[in-house]
Nanobody
Framework: QVQLVESGGGLVQPGGSLRLSCGASGTIFINYDIGWYRQAPGKQRELVAAITTGGSTNYADSVTGRFTIPRDNVKDTVYLPMNSLKPEDTAVYYC????????????WGQGTQVPVSS
């Protein structure tokens, strides 16, 4: 059974940095496009950053220049280094994996909280 596990969340002050990790078990990450989503209280879940199996990336306008999404296919891990964090970055962050080959499975992690507050 495939499982995604996020880690690295926690309270951080405005202007600070944090790095989230998304690890997978039960599958090979190289066959998946990976996305980081977030959901703030009272808001819809939104895409923050994504990376394809070929390494192409895209970012939400609100995080461009502050967040990146490197992947390590040897470790089956995708990261979300976040810099210059703002209170509006406060949310639960979720990892999403979409298999690029048929069958096109989609998996979600359980989420990790990132409160940005002084």
């Amino acid at each position: 059974q495939v499982q995604l596990v996020e880690s690295g969340g926690g309270l951080v002050q405005p202007g600070g940095s944090l790095r989230l990790s998304c690890g997978a078990s039960g599958t090979i990450f190289i066959n998946y496009d990976i996305g980081w989503y977030r959901q703030a209280p009272g808001k819809q879940r939104e895409l923050v950053a994504a990376i394809t199996t070929g390494g192409s990336t895209n970012y939400a306008d609100s995080v461009t220049g502050r967040f990146t999404i490197p992947r390590d296919n040897v470790k089956d891990t995708v990261y979300l280094p976040m810099n210059s964090l703002k209170p509006e970055d406060t949310a639960v962050y979720y990892c999403n994996a979409r298999r690029t080959k048929i069958p096109r499975y989609i998996y979600w992690g359980q989420g990790t909280q990132v409160p940005v507050s002084s």
